[in-house]
């Protein structure tokens, strides 16, 4: 199982979350809040520090963040966003800084939500906790 772990009151988060489950009709993915529970527990078991904000894959025993864990989920999404991980070849380092920025300013561009976001009845089976 795959899991991507999100900013649950994060906008832009949300709607990467929605642009996901668009691309990936498999239903490859499964999603939880950085803050619920089973996030918390994902990100302990990961050795991943729990005040982390950052988008985190998780694929069997591995984890991954930042731009490293988007990318590799390009990897699974239908054409032509499979491209996109063709730039896990530039650094990470540098690819990391690029991710910071936005990462630093999205609720200043994208804004926040008081709450996590409630999954349509459709998609609802594929949201952990």
């Known amino acids: 199982m795959q899991v991507i772990l999100f900013d649950g009151i994060c906008n832009f988060c949300n709607n990467s979350v929605r642009f996901i489950i668009d691309r ?4 490859t993915f499964r999603f939880a809040s950085l803050q619920s529970r089973f996030g918390q527990e994902l990100l302990e078991k990961h050795n991943i520090p729990k005040t982390t904000d950052s988008f985190v894959l998780v694929e ?8 490293t864990a988007a990318l590799k989920v390009c ?3 239908v054409w032509p966003w499979r491209v996109l991980s063709v ?3 530039i650094p990470k380092p540098l690819r990391d800084k690029l991710y910071r920025v936005v990462a630093r300013n999205r609720y200043k561009w994208f804004g926040k939500q008081e709450f996590c976001m409630l999954p349509s009845e459709n998609i609802r089976n594929r949201f952990l906790e």
């Open 87 to 89: 730039f896990l070849i």
């Open 75 to 77: 990897t699974r999404l």
């Open 60 to 67: 069997e025993h591995h984890a991954f963040i930042e731009s």
């Open 24 to 27: 990936d009709p498999e239903g």
